[in-house]
Every structure is written in C-alpha cells, then in structure tokens.
C-alpha cells in the first residue's frame, strides 16, 4: 500500500484539490450522460415486436 | 453440411441493427467498468509518485485517455460521416450523431482536467498555446456538429450539413496531434508513441492504458445506447414496412 492514512490519501501531498476535481467531474459527467441515456431508453419499437413475430411464424 | 454465411448487410439496417446494438451495450458496460476499476486501482495504489510532479501527476490517467478520446471520437464521427454521405445510408448518420455528443464531453473534460493539472505544474490554468488553442476548436467543432444536427428542421439536410462539416473539420485532429512537435509550446511532447519506448514507468503506462480502454469501451456502449435512442425516435413516423419485406 502506497498510503499510510486516509487522510495522506486524500490529500495527495497537496495536490488533492485538483487531483480529485478532474476525477470527480469526469465521473459526474459519464453517470449524468449513463443517467440521460437511460431515461431516454426506447421502449422496442412496434416494427422489432413484427419482427419477431415474424420470426416465430418460421418465416426464412 | 451446411456453410453458414452472416450477411453483414443485414446489419446495416436499423431494425436488424437495432437488437444486436441492444445485445452489445452490456457487454462493453461490464468491460468498461473493470477496465476503468483496474486502471484506478493501478492508477492510485500501485503507480509510483512522479520525481518531478509529486502526485499532481495522478491527472493523467482521467486527462490522457479523455483527450485521446476526444480526438478518436472525431476521426470515428468523420468516418461515418463520410460512410452515411458515401453510401446514403440513414443508420450511419445516426450513429454519427450518436457519437457527437460523448466526443464533445470528453474534449470539454479533456480541456478541464488539463487545466486543473497545469494550474499546480505550470502556475497557470490556461495559456494560448498550440495544443491547447486546437483542442478548444475541437471542442466547437464537435459543437458545430451537433448544432447543425439540432437547427436544421429536414432530417436529410441536417445529416448532411453536419456530415460536410465533421468531414471538414476533421483535419483539425492531426493539428491537434502534432502541436507539439510543430509549435513551441507548454504543452509536454508525447509520452507514447508507436515509434519510440514509452517515457514512463511501466506501471504509470499499465494504469493510463487500462483508463483508455475503459473509456472506448464506455464511448462504445454510450455510442450504442445513443443510436437505438435515435433509430426508435427517428424512425417511429415511418413504419418499416418496405424493409420488414425485404429482411423477412
């Protein structure tokens, strides 16, 4: 283990404040992004529903 | 015996698209997730402190593969750019506009986390130097892209603007690429190159990878989740019934 508390973790021989922000806006913005995709997540379309239909029907 | 051929054809319309692209997302999820745990890992507990940056450093493993990414992600949009205006096929359209809006993040976070790393090494948050100034046009090039998209009301007229402009801007990623070679500038020189030994210690090198392969493999799912979003929206006026004939 490279740290010997939590605290010298954080804080990243001072440098925590910029280490930390570049890697918690990155995080935000790809869970925002997971987060809108999902909302935004289609219901399948009625053409799939046919297809599928037309699949169990034993159509080529 | 029977010689199974795929016809990848098939897959090139949106309704045999739209499943398998449903099929991928998990998988390239779950990739995404150990790859991105394994480089932090690697990243925060295994990879030494930097003689010279102390732990300031530690910005490359979020800064490196975003940037790389941020200029990927434009070479892919311009290719299936040139595809959709190639081949006239709607699908390659749609998935170049589902790729726009993860490149923009990704130059904008690119550009965030440069900043945050040269405020503590360099003393200044934002200097108007070559790599720098490229990427923030990439940054309104990828906006440019996704406003053409967004304003012009016919579909086809949109896809093709956008796709003329994504093709243009496209020779801004080698600017990009070069700046530092080219120009003098702050910016540092690459510390990978496929033509020379990396500059870094190897565990440095092992982290940042396992990051750049964890971010392709989240833009490919994000990408995928993208284009079903945009093929069930775009085509949901216009039943496929001409293309249910000719698949089934």
């Not at chain 2, 991105?36 to 402190?49: C, E, H």
């Not at chain 2, 949009?77 to 490149?103: E, I, K, Y």
């Not at chain 2, 210690?201 to 079903?228: D, K, P």
Request: charged letters at 15%; a positive charge.
């Amino acid at each position: 283990m490279r740290w010997n508390s939590l605290a010298e973790f954080m804080a990243l021989g001072g440098y925590g404040f910029y280490v930390w922000t570049a890697f918690g806006v990155t995080a935000a913005c790809m869970l925002w992004e997971v987060i809108a995709l999902w909302r935004r997540r289609p219901a399948a379309p009625t053409w799939i529903l046919q297809r599928r239909l037309g699949d169990e029907r034993g159509s080529p | 015996m029977s010689v199974t051929t795929i016809n990848w054809f098939r897959f090139s319309s949106s309704p045999a698209f739209f499943p398998l692209a449903g099929r991928l997302i998990p998988w390239c999820a779950a990739a995404a997730i150990l790859c991105m745990a394994a480089g932090l890992y690697v990243g925060f507990f295994v990879a030494p402190t930097d003689f010279q940056q102390g732990e300031a450093y530690r910005i490359i493993f979020v800064h490196v593969p975003a940037a790389w990414m941020s200029m990927f992600l434009f070479v892919i949009m311009a290719g299936w750019a040139a595809l959709g205006l190639g081949l006239r096929a709607r699908l390659s359209f749609m998935m170049m506009q589902a790729v726009a809006p993860t490149g923009a993040m990704f130059t904008f976070l690119a550009l965030l986390t440069g900043s945050l790393w040269g405020k503590p090494t360099w003393g200044t948050w934002w200097v108007w130097d070559a790599r720098l100034t490229s990427e923030l046009i990439l940054l309104f090039l990828y906006l440019g892209v996704l406003l053409l998209q967004a304003s012009i009301e016919d579909r086809r007229r949109a896809d093709r603007a956008s796709a003329i402009f994504a093709l243009v801007g496209v020779v801004n990623v080698p600017i990009i690429y070069f700046s530092v070679q080219w120009w003098n500038t702050l910016h540092q020189g690459a510390s990978v190159s496929l033509t020379a030994a990396p500059k870094m210690a190897a565990t440095m090198l092992t982290g940042m990878l396992l990051m750049v392969v964890g971010f392709w493999m989240y833009s490919i799912a994000v990408a995928l989740a993208r284009v079903r979003c945009l093929i069930a929206e775009r085509e949901r006026s216009t039943p496929f019934v001409n293309e249910l004939r000719e698949v089934s």
